[in-house]
């Protein structure tokens, strides 16, 4: 069901209940409503729903998202005023048992339509680094992306001045968030965090893309690297067959005049690859 | 263009087993000896599940007095080596990474032609050293002409090793390549949100907004009867407030 039709259904039978007098059905779908939309938004930052069966309060469950995003991201979705207003609107509602005044029932509704405007960005989805610094000015962390982690060996030197300027990012966004939520900003903070964690863990983050193999910039520069393996196998391949020839030069001393020949060949050999390896493809790591 | 030079690999990957596959059944190692008129006084070829075999015929010559010991390569390294090329065969063949939804179930496709290269290489360094220097068969090959006793002696690698050595470098930059695209790149998971979907549908309390108009519509109606029909919303209310959802 679109969100249009869903709208038109609601204002059909907040009209219908108006006519009929029957608020105390309003109420319930009111509730009802907002219980739901809160259940959907915990779930999708990952937290448990509302526990139904302890008698878990929506405006306790609004806490319970808040504090968890709070100790993660030093954010929290809900406003305090939002809180307080639920709570009062649903102690008196399970007090009343449903029989609440109509300007409660509007306040209801306005908080579930608050509810919905927050747009929850799908947390299981990684940011895709390129885009997200490219649209940023964060293109100062590019360099903690895999391939060119690998690069900078001296990354570890600049550890700390990273962590510094992620955690002043962090703090940015998270007073831009207290003033107003907004998906991308929200986006953001959890791509900074998961930065911050990588950062701390150092460990090997896989590139994850959408869509085909083929299209993903990542994977087509990453194809030249074959040439550079046919390199190494080769080189594999020539030193094992000089370190064949040393021990048959161990075993068969008599032999040292034709063998050393050999010896010297592979060796040769494999040292003119190594110098073509190093001049076509360190150059260009560097 | 470039995602063309990936299948251009495949393709001599390819054709790379079938020339490791045919190997195995000719000769690794060959020793002989002829006379300095040509003809053959001494003839071994090793085959690696065969071992050593003579086009001879006649067991009482010098030819069986010359036979070179048994080199005990472990059947089942040949065995395994064998299992593997079918194996990589299959994954090069039908496991092409390039057109896969999921990257993460290609795990272990990568350790069954990471395992074929090992052992391509452990048959490359092991084999002269572990099994022919021992045995004074010498590495890659030796020519002595013996004028005294007008003999030739010769010893040299095979066409089976020839192409093991032909093969690894071959091999060696689609594997890696195969190796390192599993371990590097991952597809997003799809699923996650199908999931997340289902279990909030799960959770949350079902409400049939039509069936509530319709009931306030018939109120509505039969307003003037004085007997009213049964509340659904207290059910509702009641379900609501025990959590029965």
């Known amino acids: 069901m679109s969100i249009e039709v869903h709208d038109a259904k609601i204002k059909n039978l907040i009209q219908v209940c108006k006519e009929t007098g029957n608020t105390k059905k309003l109420a319930v779908v009111s509730f009802i409503l907002t219980s739901n939309k809160l259940d959907e938004i915990g779930i999708r930052f990952g937290l448990r729903h509302r526990n139904k069966n302890t008698g878990e309060k929506l405006f306790e469950y609004m806490e319970q998202i808040n504090a968890f995003l709070e100790y993660n991201l030093k954010i929290s979705i809900f406003k305090q005023e939002q809180i307080e207003l639920l709570r009062n609107c649903e102690l008196l509602f399970l007090k009343s048992k449903g029989d609440v005044p109509y300007e409660y029932i509007k306040k209801i509704f306005q908080i579930y339509y608050d509810f919905r405007k927050l747009k929850i960005p799908n947390l299981n989805k990684t940011m895709k680094s390129d885009v997200f610094l490219e649209s940023s000015e964060l293109g100062f962390f590019s360099f903690l992306s895999p391939k060119s982690r690998r690069r900078n060996k001296d990354t570890n030197k600049l550890k700390p001045l990273i962590a510094q300027k992620i955690k002043e990012k962090q703090f940015s966004l998270q007073k831009e968030l207290e003033l107003e939520f907004n998906s991308q900003m929200f986006e953001k903070a959890i791509y900074l965090q998961s930065l911050k964690k990588s950062l701390e863990n150092n460990k090997r983050n896989k590139i994850i893309f959408q869509g085909t193999l083929k299209q993903n910039l990542s994977y087509q520069r990453s194809i030249e690297d074959i040439f550079k393996y046919l390199l190494l196998g080769l080189i594999a391949l020539i030193v094992s067959l000089g370190i064949i020839i040393l021990i048959e030069l161990m075993y068969y001393p008599a032999y040292n005049g034709v063998l050393s020949g050999w010896s010297l060949f592979f060796f040769g050999v494999a040292s003119i690859i190594i110098i073509a390896y190093l001049r076509c493809f360190k150059k260009e790591g560097r | ?245």
């Open chain 2, 1 to 245: 263009m470039n995602t063309k030079i990936i299948q251009y690999f495949r393709i001599i990957v390819l054709a790379c087993l079938v020339i490791l596959f045919l190997s195995i059944f000719f000769n690794w190692y060959s020793f002989q000896i002829h006379s300095i008129n040509d003809e053959i006084l001494v003839s071994w070829s090793y085959h690696i599940f065969t071992e050593w075999t003579t086009p001879i015929s006649d067991e009482s010559s010098l030819n069986y007095a010359l036979r070179p010991d048994s080199l005990k390569i472990p059947l089942v390294i040949n065995i395994l080596y064998l299992i593997m090329i079918v194996l990589s065969g299959y994954v090069v063949l039908f496991k092409d990474f390039e057109q896969v939804d999921s990257l993460s179930s290609y795990n272990y496709n990568r350790y069954i032609l990471g395992f074929l290269l090992l052992l391509n290489f452990f048959y490359i360094i092991f084999f002269p050293i572990m099994y022919l220097l021992p045995q004074e068969l010498y590495f890659p090959f030796l020519q002595i002409i013996d004028y005294d006793a007008k003999i030739k002696i010769s010893c040299a690698i095979g066409p089976g090793y020839l192409m093991q050595l032909i093969v690894f470098p071959l091999i060696c930059p689609y594997i890696i390549f195969y190796y390192r695209t599993i371990t590097n790149f991952e597809h997003e998971r799809k699923s996650v949100k199908k999931n997340l979907d289902i279990v909030i549908e799960r959770v949350q309390e079902p409400l049939d907004i039509d069936k509530l108009i319709a009931q306030e519509e018939l109120k509505q109606q039969f307003s003037d009867t004085t007997e009213r029909p049964v509340d659904m919303i207290n059910s509702i209310l009641t379900s609501f407030l025990e959590g029965e959802g």
